[in-house]
């Protein structure tokens, strides 16, 4: 219960402060190469739902064109006509998720917990809602990501993001961070199974 109520919430900010002072230059390196290789924003940005499912901003690098149609990713049969070519390398490593360090810092999200969707998952949305999935913070990585992110059903997705929302504990965290660095080195579940972001034009407001 303490981990739940304090600790997790002082891991993250402890965690986002020190990742953001050590890969802060690195950081600022991957903006410019965003920048310089193709036009647009550095940042996509995009409403996603945190506790209570209460609206906010999600941060991530731009890997996809400026004119890139709106559309769910699952939907793009030619993705990689819309990648840039930075884009392509910061979707495979990960690293376009590095922003959301921020998002971490502000509270809007956690390291662990069920990943924040967009609108087209409103599926998962209100079994969330149903379930008490949105009682928690989202987390840049969590229970269903490592147990098969889009390859497995909307229902699935959201009994492990109830699992977790019920059994939250440092323990359980830490498994699932070790899961997820396994899955990044070996770059499993990158391309094929980009949670359903809706890449816009517009990528900020």
């Known amino acids: 219960m303490f981990y739940r109520k304090f600790g997790k919430r002082a891991l993250d900010i402890v965690g986002a402060i020190g990742l953001l002072t050590i890969f802060g230059l690195p950081m600022l390196l991957i903006a410019l ?28 690098y731009r890997s996809m064109v400026p004119d890139a149609p709106e559309r769910a ?53 209100d079994l969330r809602k149903m379930n008490g999935a949105d009682q928690v913070r989202p987390g840049i990585s969590g229970l269903a990501q490592v147990n098969g992110r889009n390859n497995i059903s909307d229902e699935q997705k959201a009994a492990y993001d109830q699992e977790y929302a019920e059994h939250v504990s440092f323990m359980l965290d830490l498994k699932i961070v070790l899961k997820t660095i396994g899955k990044v080195f070996r770059q499993s579940d990158i391309d094929r199974d980009e949670e359903r972001d809706v890449n816009v034009v517009r990528h900020v407001k």
């Open 73 to 125: 990713n699952q939907r793009f049969d030619d993705m990689d006509n819309y990648l840039t070519t930075i884009g392509k390398l910061l979707r495979r490593t990960s690293l376009d998720e590095m922003p959301q360090l921020l998002n971490v810092l502000k509270g809007d999200m956690s390291f662990i917990g069920p990943r924040p969707l967009a609108d087209s998952d409103y599926r998962v949305i």
């Open 33 to 60: 190469m965003v920048r310089l290789t193709s036009h647009g924003p550095v940042l996509f940005r995009q409403k996603r739902y945190t506790v209570d499912s209460r609206p906010f901003k999600v941060y991530k």
